[in-house]
């Protein structure tokens, strides 16, 4: 938000288990009034809305750390060995690959996402747990934007 000047009701969508390759028992999903949705960044006819005129990612110092770590599925077991490694399909991004990734590297993104993601997926199961749910302004202003 800092980086874009947008709020995060700009940066981001809600999208319906149809418009995302995203498994229904994997984490992530909101329970709204309009449905079960995963929050990710908003994406327009090209693909994602960060995606300049030249085909270069114009947030790429800023971008989410997932994109990061994109197009990486990858687990570590408790002595830091891959235990789980896919390329993930989830969305398409011109990016993927975009350079060298060490095991070191990976293993460091995979840590930072799972310490952002941590506080979030908490957050997330109690609202989901909540009986009466709400549309998406409620959700980003219930998670602090």
Known sequence: MKHTGETAEEIVDFYKPSEIEWGKREPG?????????IMGLRRNKNGCEYLGEDDLCTIYEHRPVTCRRYPFDIEFDEKGKIEFLSISDSVECLYELDGHNTTKELKALCAWEEKEEEPYYEKLENWNRKRKHKGKKKFLTYLGF
């Not at 999903?29 to 949705?37: A, E, T, V």
């Open 29 to 37: 999903w909101i329970k709204l009034n309009s449905g079960r949705r």
